[in-house]
């Protein structure tokens, strides 16, 4: 019995073990993947779009990689790379690669010195040597310029980017280059004007090779027009795991939604920064979602999320509190006192732009709301929503939880939220 207990110990230390290794392992993968748009729009001469990923790994180990850098104020880079097979042999070349793809970028931002072509030379040149003889990766290069409305690509075997038009079709940019080798020897770029398309995926094969319930068909099947109905990834997240038992493969997606290029400006208005001001810009929502809807759970959600984001731009953006002092003034009681205080000398106001998009049968309100401060930098939502137990930031938990997104800009000082009226033709 004790040798047999011994034994019990020795095996749930090793699962422990191997558990913990796990953690840390995916923790190093998520590191090493880079995302500049984590909760972001991009908002280029105010032609808004919203910046969406999915990476959900089969195992642990993932042989997909991404990464979404922002190259300046007009350009969006988008890499995308699934390694052949599964297991650590593909995860290690992906990792690697995209490890380097992410150095090359840093270096070219460092020195002002963006070369896209340059970009996948290096990163060719870098990984052939590493890649066994029978190894091959499907990667995607993509480079949205939301000024000259063009998506530059680069594509090695990837599945086909889908994009919407205005008119609702679909436009498919399938491969321009054969799978990545040992032995490729160049590849090709080729550009598309975007300037009627509304929406776009970027995703690799785990999704459409993936078996549904229907008669066992892949995916595929059905991407274009689940992707035609979707108005954010999580609608097309959802699609996709109402099709399927299990998923098969890694599974990585980017969905950007441009927004301006079909939205309707239902109100627009600005008010002084202050608590007075707090209570007359609430009021002033309030009535505005009475002339939209007669769905009061709806109605009471946005106004919460309202209230929550614009305090958070009159206290943190135009009076520049942070919230660790915040949580201190409340604790000595002295916060409404110093909100009193810094408001005496505040001439800055908040800018409320309330849009509506009709989309299939469904209604999406989209509230953006902006102030004057410095703003912040938005990289910290990604700790935030990953260690809630470490830092403060309720309005943000709150506004995520009660809207359809919340997206900030790069600066940090302006939020953008939604909220779904549904089925309202049916």
């Known amino acids: 019995m ?32 880079r995302n500049d748009y984590y909760y972001q729009m991009t908002d280029y001469n105010h032609d808004v779009s919203l910046l969406d990923f999915l990476y959900h790994p089969k195992d642990v180990m993932s042989g997909d990689a991404y990464s979404a850098r922002n190259i300046d104020d007009e350009s ?7 390694g052949m097979g599964k297991g650590l042999s593909a995860s290690l070349t992906t990792m690697i690669f995209i490890s380097f793809a992410n150095h090359i970028v840093d270096k070219m931002l460092g020195f002002d010195d963006f070369d896209f072509r340059i970009l996948i030379h290096e990163t060719m040149e870098y990984i052939k040597p ?35 038009d205005q008119d609702n079709k679909i436009v498919k940019l ?24 509304t929406k776009f995926l970027i995703y690799s094969d785990g999704m459409i090779e993936n078996k549904t319930i229907d008669d066992k068909k892949p995916y595929s099947h059905f991407i274009e027009d689940d992707f035609l109905k ?3 990834r999580e609608d097309l997240s959802n699609s996709f795991q109402s099709r399927i038992k299990k998923q098969e493969d890694d599974v990585t997606l980017i969905f950007v939604n441009q927004i301006t290029r079909y939205s309707t400006t239902i109100a627009h208005e600005k008010f002084k920064s202050s608590l007075k001001s707090m209570d007359v810009a609430s009021q002033w929502y309030e009535e505005l979602w009475n002339t939209i809807t007669k769905n009061k759970k709806v109605s009471y959600q946005a106004g919460m999320v309202f209230t929550e984001l ?10 520049a509190i942070p919230s660790k002092i915040k949580h201190s003034l409340m604790e000595d009681d002295t916060y409404f006192d110093t909100l009193a205080q810094r408001e ?16 299939m049968n469904d209604v999406y ?34 506004s995520r939880k009660n809207s359809f997104g919340i997206y900030y800009n790069s600066k940090g000082n302006s939020v953008l939220f939604i909220n779904k009226i549904e089925n309202q033709t049916s």
């Open 2 to 33: 004790l040798e047999k207990t011994k034994e019990l110990k020795k095996l749930k230390a090793k699962s422990n073990y191997q558990s913990h290794q796990e953690i840390l392992a995916f923790a190093k993968e998520l590191n090493i993947l």
């Open 76 to 82: 969006s880079l988008y890499i995308v790379v699934d």
């Open 130 to 164: 590493i890649l066994l003889d029978e190894e091959a990766l499907s990667v995607d290069y993509v480079l949205i310029n939301n000024k000259e409305h063009t998506l530059i690509y680069s594509k090695f075997a990837m599945p086909p980017i889908l994009m919407q």
């Open 174 to 197: 399938k491969s321009n280059n054969p799978p990545m080798s040992k032995y490729s020897p160049t590849f090709n770029i080729d550009s598309f004007d975007i300037k009627g398309i």
């Open 230 to 232: 979707a108005f954010t």
């Open 310 to 319: 614009f305090m958070n731009a009159h206290e943190h953006g135009n009076l």
């Open 344 to 359: 005496k000398g505040c001439k800055k106001y908040i800018e409320v732009i309330v849009d509506q998009v009709n989309h």
């Open 365 to 398: 309100i989209i509230t953006k709301i902006t102030d004057e401060g410095e703003g912040f930098d938005t990289q910290i939502l990604s700790e935030i929503f990953r260690n809630s137990k470490k830092f403060h930031g309720r309005g943000v938990f709150v």
